[in-house]
């Protein structure tokens, strides 16, 4: 299989997988102020930045760890810190 066929169905798999509705209200959100949506549109953004320029595989583990780290899931920040107050 060539380069470009390859390229081809890596991009048609990354349009069939974003969930555009998610993102839609994320950055719907982000516009009306509400509480931690800013921090949601960063972990998107960077996420996204990391897969289109250095590999599929980082934007994914370091979106996907951010978004545990806002949740409060780990490391001990984020939300669970920001419920206490």
């Known amino acids: 299989i060539s380069n470009?066929?390859?390229?081809g169905i890596m991009v048609q798999v990354s349009l069939e997988t974003i969930q555009w509705q998610t993102t839609f209200d994320t950055?719907?959100?982000?516009?009306?102020?509400k509480d931690g949506a800013i921090i949601r549109l960063g972990?998107?953004?960077i996420t996204?930045?990391?897969?289109?320029?250095?590999?599929?595989?980082?934007g994914i583990t370091t979106g996907v760890v951010l978004d545990l780290i806002t949740q409060g899931k780990i490391g001990g920040m984020g939300q669970a810190e920001i419920t206490k107050n």
């Open 4 to 7: 470009p066929a390859i390229a």
């Open 43 to 45: 972990v998107l953004v």
């Open 48 to 58: 996204t930045l990391l897969c289109y320029y250095v590999d599929f595989a980082v």
């Open 27 to 33: 950055a719907k959100a982000t516009f009306e102020n």
